[in-house]
């Protein structure tokens, strides 16, 4: 029989996982009102009081790096670029020791002008969401005319050395599959990596509708009418995309297919959200609270034996087959990638 793993200074799950990657979403709020994840007049918002403050989101993460294992930090949102604190507290966590590697989610509004300070503060690399080359399509998806901002911080990102920078796209049936090839070149001509994401069941509107996703199949179908794609030698270990190699390589692309290809076996995410509670998994239905203890003077070691609490009743995956599953309440936009 395995001896149970020690769950001394890690965050393991009753499956034996261990979470070394936390997501930490800074924010809510969004400046875009994309289509499958909001509605145009966007949601209400965290008040002031309930979001964690900077100096409390620096703690709990150096209580998570410094106690609990975790070496991969992700910044996300909403849209963390708005979140008027965050060069400094990016600053604060590349500070930290052991030092994690950080990364930013972003919609790239803005990434231009904040990345070399990004940079400078400690940030390692950002993946950045854009679903269409076409403005048009792109106001229409987002229902704000930004398209030339996404391009410019795409292009400041790898500027300011933020590499590799990554391309996050989303596909939807009738709206934008057809530009799937195009954004795959976009990247190669670029040097960006792109992920093609399915659309998961975390719309704010619950409208998902399985019919209207586009699987990972009908995508790497439509890059292999244009390219030809062999499957990455590099270990995946618990990254969510699957990649395969473009024309020879050395030029990736990913697929994050958590619908039609769960990689829940090998998770080893664990999250935060803007209000300070532990999201055990993207579509756990239940969070901890660490705010109301870290605002009632716990200690370290206390907030420690919670999150690790937190992380070790987490279920086996997502359950999106089971007829059994419950969207989460909490939509993506106060999740985070
Ligand atoms: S759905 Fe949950 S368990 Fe599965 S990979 Fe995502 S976060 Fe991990």
Redesign the pocket.
């Known amino acids: 029989m395995t001896a149970a793993p020690t769950t001394d200074g890690v965050l393991v799950d009753r499956y034996g996982?261990v979470a070394r990657d936390l997501r930490v979403s800074l924010t809510d709020k969004c400046n875009l009102r994309c289509t499958y994840c909001m509605p145009a007049e966007g949601l209400p918002w965290l008040a002031g009081p309930q979001l964690l403050a900077d100096a409390e989101i620096v703690r709990l993460v150096r209580v998570a790096v410094e106690r609990l294992g975790v070496t991969e930090v992700r910044f996300t949102g909403g849209e963390p670029l708005i979140r008027p604190g965050l060069v400094g507290v990016v600053g604060a966590v590349a500070s930290l020791t052991p030092r994690p590697r950080i990364s930013l989610t972003t919609n790239g509004i803005g990434l231009h002008r904040l990345a070399p300070a990004l940079r400078t503060a400690g940030l390692d690399r950002v993946n950045v969401s854009l679903d269409t080359l076409d403005r048009a399509r792109f106001t229409t998806l987002t229902r704000r005319d930004r398209l030339a901002d996404v391009l410019a911080g795409l292009a400041g990102a790898a500027a300011a050395g933020l590499t590799p920078v990554k391309i996050n796209s989303v596909l939807m049936r009738g709206v934008n599959d057809d530009e799937a090839p195009a954004l795959l070149r976009f990247a190669l001509n670029h040097g960006y990596e792109l992920r093609f994401i399915e659309q998961m069941p975390l719309d704010a509107q619950h409208g998902w509708d399985r019919t209207t996703m586009v699987t990972a199949d009908e995508i790497l179908g439509a890059l292999g009418q244009e390219f030809d794609l062999t499957p990455d030698p590099a270990e995946r270990g618990g990254a969510?995309a699957e990649t395969w190699l473009v024309d020879g390589g050395p030029a990736r692309v990913g697929v994050i297919a958590?619908v039609t290809r769960?990689?829940?076996g090998?998770?080893?995410?664990t999250?935060l959200t803007a209000d300070g509670q532990v999201r055990?998994?993207?579509?756990?239905t239940e969070e901890s609270d660490l705010r109301g203890a870290l605002r009632a003077g716990a200690d370290d070691a206390e907030l420690a034996r919670r999150w690790q609490a937190a992380m070790r009743v987490?279920?086996?995956?997502?359950g999106i087959d089971d007829p059994s599953f419950l969207q989460p309440t909490r939509p993506m936009s106060a999740i985070g990638g």
């Open positions: 996982r969510p958590t769960p990689f829940c090998d998770c080893d995410r999250r055990n998994c993207l579509f756990a987490k279920r086996a995956g997502h």
